[in-house]
């Protein structure tokens, strides 16, 4: 079990990649704590689920882009479980358009929930990790941060801005022992891609030197990996799990 012990916060985890993390974790024996916006009912099902086999898990409703309910969300947790060790940023939304259609309010909304969360759950978790002089971070960002596509300005620039915050946030408090690093998906096959029509989704697969898509397992085992101790001397990172669909 290699988070036996740890405490982690997950941002965003009632379905997809949060909800896979969610599960590896509880599985790799860490206490486990996950955020929600709006779905009470899979978040309910998801905490019933990851406490069948005797785990601890809790879900909060909890809006990550705003600093006031990240400051709550982090004394909550504190409060119960006496320490946070591991926090993943993963919450996120897309809204798609052409530039010259996007209007600022897709723009904000994107930026908001994508990148302004990781500031402020980061800077509210930062007097308990800096107090134990220990802590990883993992930022979920994409591919799409990396290399850019079109029709999303404003995910790119949010996914792009998370690598940056990365790199900051692992000079700053690499002296502490709190690490921060970024994982980077490439195209996962969640609920959202099953919605896609399947030439589509093929086109994808066709272009991806592993010639498949990933799963949301593949990005759990990963941010495992980042938050135990295997990955100790590992910071500033942003990693590509994409089957190759970036190689430079």
């Known amino acids: 079990m290699l988070l036996k ?5 997950i941002t965003g985890a009632s ?19 996950f955020t929600y916006r709006s779905s009470v009912e899979k ?27 990240a400051e709550q969300l982090v004394a909550a947790v504190v409060e119960a479980f006496g320490t946070v060790d591991v926090v993943v940023n993963n ?3 897309t809204e798609d358009t052409l530039l010259m259609r996007m209007s600022e309010d897709q723009w904000d ?26 802590g990883s ?9 990396v290399q850019g596509n079109a029709g999303q300005a404003n995910y790119a620039a949010s996914k792009a801005g998370i690598l940056g915050f990365t ?25 959202m891609t099953a ?15 592993l010639k498949r898509g990933g799963q949301p397992q593949d990005v759990a085992q990963l941010c495992t990996f980042l938050a135990s101790d295997m990955s100790s001397y590992i910071t500033g990172q942003t990693i590509c799990i994409d089957g190759g669909m970036i190689t430079a």
């Open 5 to 9: 012990g740890k405490v982690a916060i």
């Open 43 to 69: 978040a309910q099902a998801l905490e019933t689920e990851l406490t069948a086999g005797g785990g601890t898990a809790k879900g909060f409703q909890s809006d990550a882009s705003k600093m006031d309910e």
């Open 91 to 93: 919450a996120g939304i």
């Open 137 to 145: 971070i993992i930022n979920v960002s994409s591919v799409v941060g």
């Open 167 to 191: 790199k900051s946030v692992a000079l700053e408090l690499g002296s502490r022992n709190i690490r921060c690093n970024a994982v980077a998906p490439g195209f996962i096959e969640t609920e």
């Open 109 to 134: 909304r994107v930026i908001d929930v994508n990148l302004k969360s990781c500031f402020a759950l980061t800077k509210a978790v930062l007097r308990t990790m800096l107090k134990a002089r220990a």
């Open 195 to 209: 919605a896609l029509d399947e030439t589509t989704v093929q086109g994808w697969r066709d272009a991806i030197p």
């Open 15 to 33: 379905r997809g990649i949060g909800k896979a993390i969610a599960q590896e974790f509880i599985h790799q024996g860490a206490t486990v704590v």
